[in-house]
Antibody, heavy 123, light 106 residues
């Protein structure tokens, strides 16, 4: 079964750091780009960023709202995706989802999602 | 950044109704448009890519159309399990952006 499981969420004070993990199983993790998407309480979906695969040099891209504070990385040997979050702000409070990116002739979409992990930034 | 605007933000419908949701991009995105369904407390579920191509396993009552800046998601005959929030998302360029969502209520 194809599965993504996030972990590492919790309560952190403003200015603090947190590292989220996403464990993948049931597919060849190294082949895929991977995304992080978040959802603030009662709000819509917001793309956080992407890591590409080895063939594409593991390049990363970020939303402007997190660029310079968040870092996406991956360990293909451990089938794991990570989101290092620094200098956290109250507006980073959200459920964070990891998602597998599939591609068909340059059409890319997030076809598998984890259940999410909750990050609360509050003093 | 490309802005995605959905309308309406919510709608009320009955089982068996035909439902249409609109998504507009702030610039042309060709047909690089995806649709997702999300139920309360759950992760989004992928439905459609390339504006009109159904993901395997998605019921045929779901349909997508459009190109350029204007897109629609249509549910031909609403079923009880279709009550959810629907999001469009452009995959034309990064940063990827989602529409604000359309909540389909009973």
């Amino acid at each position: 079964e194809v599965q993504l499981v996030e972990s590492g969420g919790g309560l952190v004070q403003p200015g603090g750091s947190l590292r989220l993990s996403c464990a993948a199983s049931g597919f060849t993790f190294s082949d895929h780009y991977m995304d992080w998407v978040r959802q603030a309480p009662g709000k819509g979906l917001e793309w956080v960023g992407r890591t590409r695969n080895k063939v594409n040099s593991y390049t990363t891209e970020y939303a402007a709202s997190v660029k310079g504070r968040f870092t996406i990385s991956r360990d293909d040997l451990k089938n794991s995706l990570y989101l290092q979050m620094n200098s956290l702000k109250t507006e980073d409070t959200a459920v964070y989802f990891c998602a597998r990116v599939e591609g068909r002739a340059y059409y890319y979409y997030m076809d598998v999602w984890g259940k999410g992990t909750t990050v609360t930034v509050s003093s | 950044d490309i802005q995605m605007t959905q309308s309406p933000s919510s709608l009320s419908a009955s089982v068996g109704d035909r439902v249409t949701i609109t998504c507009r991009a702030s610039q042309s995105i060709s047909n690089y448009l995806n649709w997702y369904q999300q139920k309360p407390g759950k992760a989004p579920k992928f439905l459609i890519y390339a504006a009109s191509t159904l993901q395997s396993g998605v019921p045929s009552r779901f349909g997508g159309s459009g190109s350029g800046t204007d897109f629609t998601l249509t549910i031909s005959s609403l079923q009880p399990e279709d009550f959810a929030t629907y999001y469009c998302q452009q995959s034309y360029s990064t940063p990827l952006t989602f529409g604000g969502g359309t909540k389909v209520e009973i």
